[in-house]
């Protein structure tokens, strides 16, 4: 298994981790859950640690790829800019939920406010997984760029 494939391998689940996270944090406060909400922060853990992985494996990736015909460093680096805000916000969001753990744990009157502050920084980081899968996704699938490469032009560059 070379990196590339390790890195598609892994990849996806900082962004569906959060997805997930989140509903499950949205749940927890409804319900005014701890167990709930503490199923999320361990979620966004989780999805933190498999950030750091895919960060590792990214470098590499995209050596295999950048030459592949009509890729290129561009795009890549796009994908990659939008990955290293993610990771941030998903390290930023493990933190917040350790210590929404460890104040849970012991009954702190703050436990809330840190509660709706990793629920916004799970939002944002949702926004930046939507961003940063879909600038992936268009390294190898040309068709949802926002300008399509038809497939006749992609015929020709393998020639």
Do not use: C, W
């Not at 104040?103 to 809330?112: A, E, G, H, R």
């Amino acid at each position: 298994m070379n990196e590339a494939h390790l890195h598609l391998v892994v990849n996806h689940f900082p962004i569906i981790g959060t997805i997930l996270g989140l509903g499950i944090l949205v749940v927890g406060l409804l319900l005014k859950n701890n167990s709930v909400k503490n199923t999320a922060f361990f979620l966004f853990i989780v999805a933190a640690i498999f950030a750091a992985v895919s960060m590792g494996t990214g470098e590499g990736a995209e050596e295999l790829v950048e030459d592949m015909p009509s890729i290129g460093h561009d795009i890549i680096h796009e994908h990659e800019e939008m990955a290293e805000k993610l990771a941030i916000a998903l390290y930023v969001l493990a933190a917040t939920s350790l210590l929404a753990l460890y104040l849970n744990y012991k009954k702190s009157v703050k436990s809330t406010l840190i509660t709706y502050v990793a629920l916004v920084i799970a939002a944002v980081a949702v926004y930046l997984g939507q961003q940063t899968g879909t600038t992936g996704g268009e390294i190898r699938h040309t068709e949802i760029r926002s300008v399509a490469i038809p497939s006749d032009v992609q015929m020709d560059d393998k020639d």
